[in-house]
């Protein structure tokens, strides 16, 4: 999840970048948008990479660990090892065919030239625009070329929402992290080196060498609509796909020997996005039909209106206030039971110990200064009597015959 927010973020930032600047994200009309920005199209080819899975970056090293757990010796039986072999190559086709749809978006959207000219020229983002996108570039990188920093990342709040790794999970781990290690280095730095000898290249080139017009092969003049489209980039892909895609083809045959307009247009059709816009569409026809039929201008609809927003706030306030008062007499409830608990303790200790002999809450009594009470014994009524004994031996006479009196008493009249 966290290498996805990652690259998934920094896509859209592009995406947005490339709206804000030309009024569209129909790739089918743009084009040669790495010219004109080339950060934000640096930005959109490091995360399509990124997300295609492929290393250095970290969508590689999220591809890994699920790979590594899927083939891991953990399954047992025919079946878990046909179905983790199934995911295993579901995961595959799913990874080819985001490079497919990246290097589509990319090669159509940032390379060649603009293909509408009724397009607004597209210029580089601003700086606010573009600190977000090379934030999410950095992370990209880090965490496909250090991989052990996002493990880190992750280690806490994994534990606190599944509790701690055990012992063989935790085991399984660091083979993991270093065998991604050394891939994030070996191929970081290799793209290093490429770029380093492309910039020294650059840097060390005489000047430009005259050029020309090389043979043009019947494309003596060629114009924007000589370029590749999205749909016959992926001409080729959508032909062994045919039975599970929805193609919609519009086309305006040309007519006559000198034909003024012509066209075919081809459309994929998101079968879920289709649905949802139809559901959405249909919402509003209703909406608008329903404001058509009541009238807004009507007096009496705004007086009904606010008669219903009044009964429901007054609803909820009076549900409110119940809920208050419940909660308060539960509160008055409890407190009254437990000073009825209270007193209910303190005149049984008054019946059955009318000298107050029994001392504290704790049940020992008062023993005099210099006293040390007698230490818990198993039979608990002996040692009480033991201690009253004692107390009445260190007491006046008159004291003392009462106390010995009071012990001598039936059980019954205590």
Excluded at 22 to 44: C, K, N, Q, Y
Excluded at 84 to 92: D, E, M, P, W
Excluded at 206 to 221: L, R
């Amino acid at each position: 999840m966290l290498n996805h927010a990652f690259f998934k973020c920094q896509l859209f930032y592009a995406a947005g970048a490339v709206y804000q600047s030309t009024h569209t994200v129909d790739i089918e009309r743009l084009g040669g948008l790495a010219r004109l920005m080339p950060w934000t199209a640096a930005s959109f080819l490091i995360g399509g990479i990124a997300i295609s899975a492929l290393p250095p970056l970290n969508g590689f090293a999220s591809e890994f660990v699920i790979y590594s757990g899927l083939f891991s010796n953990a399954a047992s039986g025919v079946w878990a090892k046909l179905a983790l072999g199934v995911a295993g190559a579901v995961l595959a086709f799913v990874g080819a065919v985001s490079a497919l749809s990246i290097t589509r978006a990319f090669g159509v959207a940032f390379l060649g030239t603009p293909r509408d000219p009724h397009v607004a020229r597209g210029t580089e983002a601003s700086r606010w625009m573009l600190v977000p996108m090379g934030i999410h570039t950095a992370g990209a990188i880090v965490l496909g070329v250090l991989p052990a920093v996002g493990f880190m990342l992750v280690r806490g709040p994994t534990e606190l929402a599944m509790g701690p790794l055990s012992a063989s999970a935790a085991a399984v781990l660091p083979p993991i992290v270093d065998t991604l290690t050394r891939i994030g280095m070996i191929s970081g730095a290799l793209v290093a080196s490429i770029a380093l000898v492309l910039w020294l290249r650059s840097k060390a080139a005489a000047a430009p060498a005259a050029s020309h017009v090389t043979w043009s092969c019947g494309y003596a003049a060629p114009n924007p609509r000589m370029q590749y489209t999205g749909a016959s980039f992926s001409s080729d892909f959508g032909a062994r796909f045919r039975g599970f895609m929805i193609l919609l083809r519009r086309k305006k045959s040309p007519a006559g020997y000198f034909p003024s307009d012509s066209y075919v247009i081809t459309d994929c059709v998101d079968a879920v996005e289709r649905r949802l816009f139809s559901v959405i569409s249909r919402g509003d026809a209703s909406a608008a039909d329903l404001s058509a039929k009541l009238r807004e201008d009507d007096p009496r609809v705004a007086f009904a209106a606010g008669l219903v927003a009044v009964i429901v706030i007054g609803g909820l306030v009076l549900l409110v206030v119940l809920a208050l008062i419940i909660a308060a007499a539960r509160r008055s409830k409890r407190s009254r039971r437990e000073s009825l608990d209270i007193g209910e303790l303190s005149r049984l200790d008054r019946e059955n110990d009318p000298l107050g002999l029994l001392g504290g809450p704790d049940g020992l009594p008062a023993l005099p200064a210099g006293m040390s009470p007698v230490p818990a014994a198993p039979d608990a009524v002996t040692v009480k009597r033991a201690e009253i004994s004692a107390l009445a031996d260190a007491q006046p006479a008159e004291v003392a015959d009462l106390l010995r009196g009071w012990l001598a008493a039936p059980s019954s009249r205590r």
